[in-house]
């Protein structure tokens, strides 16, 4: 309907003369931008894609991965983390070529490997042992587990809080966040383990703590030493000891404070 406008009955003349000039700087700016903008969009588009998924992995890695673990894997790796002093292999994680670069085996070929299913199934065990022995002491009740709940994921982050910082401050942060959350968690293995012994003798915790805070700092020495600090750019070797000795010696304080059962910030 709008193409009979130019020219209707009893009006005057439309101006039909053509405008080569105009339909040409028309035709190259709008070429312009359907070819130049268009391709620097897409160009800014996919670059941040790629730096977003990029760095999507360098930190957060894919969670898939740290849950392929098996029974005999399990087996191996606490015996890794209760006992360290004995473990006479590598420390170092084993590499594969996929997809033209580098990268880590799961953990259900790779005893170095961190995952996240210990750590996890550790955890609930900490909070359940905990509560039984609120239970056992006449002091059980729903606030009191979920405060044991809250105070375990407290303590685990601050373990984290410390391997992050020990990284940041040897000026590399690029470990995924996901590993240094896996390695944290692991101290819950011991502690599940100095909890059961605790409910069935209350000596035994005066052994059975001590313990796991002295296999924890080994555990981690090792671990930071020979997997997370390959992530550093500069070696410093006399802070590089003394952040190790200081990863191990914090173990006490903090295990301890998160081995004490009570409704007690600082008890």
Known sequence: ???????????????????PF???????????IRGGLGAYGEKIL?????????????????????????DQYVRNKLKVILFPFLHRG?????????????????????????DLYIPFMAFGTYVVLAGLSLG??????????SWLFIKGLVGWFLQVSLL???????????APLLDIV??????????????????ISNYSYYFLMPWTCLCMGIF??????????????????????YLLLFIALAQFPLLFWLGKISLNWFL
């Open 182 to 199: 896996s390695y944290a968690g692991y101290a819950f293995a011991g502690l599940s383990i100095a909890l059961l012994g605790t409910i």
């Open 164 to 174: 992050k910082m020990t990284l940041l401050s040897l000026g590399s942060g690029e």
């Open 90 to 114: 590598h420390w170092t994680r084993i590499t594969e070529p996929v997809g033209g670069r580098l990268s880590y085996k799961p953990p259900i070929y790779d005893i170095n490997a961190p």
């Open 1 to 19: 309907m709008y193409d009979n406008l130019g020219a209707q009955p009893g009006g005057p003349p439309a101006n039909t003369q053509a405008n």
């Open 46 to 70: 996919g670059s941040s894609s790629h730096y977003v998924q990029s760095n999507v992995s360098r930190y957060f890695s894919d969670p898939q991965y740290y849950f392929q673990v098996n």
């Open 220 to 241: 981690l020495v090792k671990t930071m030493k020979r997997v997370l600090f390959a992530e550093v750019r500069t070696y410093d070797s006399s802070s590089h000891h």
């Open 22 to 32: 105009g339909n040409a700087f028309s035709g190259a700016s709008s070429g312009f």
């Open 136 to 145: 056992l002491q006449g002091r059980f009740s729903p606030e009191a587990l």
